[in-house]
């Protein structure tokens, strides 16, 4: 089977899941650039996962559709891209691209315009996105010069192929996973759009086809399943070698005493937010409680912070969570508990231990889910 890339509307975006934080013109730019479904033209086929789930099955439209298309076709191309409705493709006289519909099943890969971005659909109440992960440094797309550049998450990406492998094989499912495959001199997934793309149209398109596909999976999740869990998974280079979970509360927040923490931080100022409302579990106990993934990943042998063990980072530079924790969590409103997972180099940087890494976290997102759930 041929997987054809696709390229999401920004307006999808909008209209689902609400823009309430961005510029208005930020948005008005970006729906400018709205052209969707652009066909992939080179895709790294190692790169690929093809192994089909067969439970999973979803018919993808290609075609490539002019701004003018615009909101009700982009709606109805992107409800059709996971309810198996779509039968016709709704091209323009403005396609560029081959158009007919395709089929992509739970674990295959479908790429943005010029295949910088991928999405590994999935079909688990689970969205990982990797923003820096990437490699690729086209000479198209001139170098950042604002803001963080040149440090990339080495390992995060294959990290992040090993969780969707062993995710396979201990659930015969998959998560949903994103992974920005440019360089972060080229494109900064993780910050907002005039920081992470400086203006340049093709950083600015991947941008957007970063964001649009980690909302379809959530909109899909929350189709599903009505909740789902959200991680931002990165690589920090903090001396103190720990894994570091962000739940959108800083470190003078979590240094105070769970009663404290509990009494003075409203759980839907976090990335864990309001998603269910009968909640009853302490928001000290939802990041360090016995049932936390931080408790989790502990009992697993990987010293994190916060955890029962290491409540706070006690002074130590440590993430709290960032543009994408903000934008893609609960804490937007969106039906997913969100948390950054930064490993330290000692785990992203040796193939045994970031393995074992993987196999920690499959197990330990599992259970969180299972513990939140109720
Ligand atoms: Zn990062």
Not at 5 to 33: C, K, V, Y
Not at 331 to 352: C, H, M, Y
């Amino acid at each position: 089977m041929d997987l054809v890339g696709t390229g999401i509307a920004f307006l999808f975006r909008l209209s689902f899941l609400g823009e309430a934080h961005r510029e208005p013109s930020a948005i008005l730019r970006q729906a400018q650039q709205a052209v969707l479904f652009h066909p992939q033209q080179e895709v790294d086929k190692s790169m690929r996962n093809t192994a089909p789930i067969a439970e999973s099955v979803h018919r993808i439209t290609i075609a490539s559709i002019g701004f003018r298309a615009c909101h009700a076709i982009i709606l109805f191309a992107c409800c059709g891209l996971f309810n198996n409705s779509l039968a016709q493709s709704p091209a323009s006289s403005a396609s560029t691209g081959e158009a007919g519909p395709i089929v992509v099943t739970a674990g295959q890969s479908v790429f943005g315009k010029n295949g910088f971005i991928e999405y590994v659909m999935g079909n688990l109440p689970i969205v990982i996105s990797v923003p820096h992960g990437g490699y690729l440094k086209p000479s198209t797309i001139p170098n950042r010069v604002l803001g963080t550049a040149g440090h990339q998450d080495t390992n995060t990406q294959e990290l992040a192929r090993e969780i969707i492998e062993l995710f396979r094989t201990q659930t015969g499912k998959v998560p949903h996973v994103i992974i920005n495959r440019l360089h972060r001199d080229k494109l900064d997934a993780n910050r907002e759009l005039f920081d992470a793309a400086q203006d340049d149209p093709i950083a600015t398109e991947a941008w957007n086809e970063f964001h649009s596909f980690i909302d379809i999976a959530e909109h899909r999740i929350q189709q599903e399943f009505g909740r789902g869990l959200y991680i931002d998974l990165h690589g920090h280079r903090h001396d103190w070698q720990v894994v570091e979970l962000g739940y959108l509360l800083v470190s003078n927040q979590l240094k105070l005493s769970d009663a404290e923490l509990d009494a003075s931080v409203q759980l839907a100022t976090t990335s864990l937010g309001l998603i269910l409302n009968d909640r009853t579990t302490p928001l000290s106990q939802l990041v360090r409680g016995p049932r936390s993934l931080g408790a989790a990943l502990e009992q697993e042998g990987f010293t994190t912070v916060p955890s029962p063990e290491l409540p706070h980072p006690d002074g130590e530079p440590y993430f709290s969570g960032g543009y994408n924790l903000e934008q893609h969590s609960a804490f937007s409103g969106r039906k997913a508990w969100g948390i950054q997972v930064e490993l330290p180099t000692g785990i992203r940087e040796d193939n045994a231990r970031r393995h074992a890494f993987a196999t920690a976290f499959v197990k330990s997102a599992l259970g969180f889910l299972s513990n939140t759930w109720e």
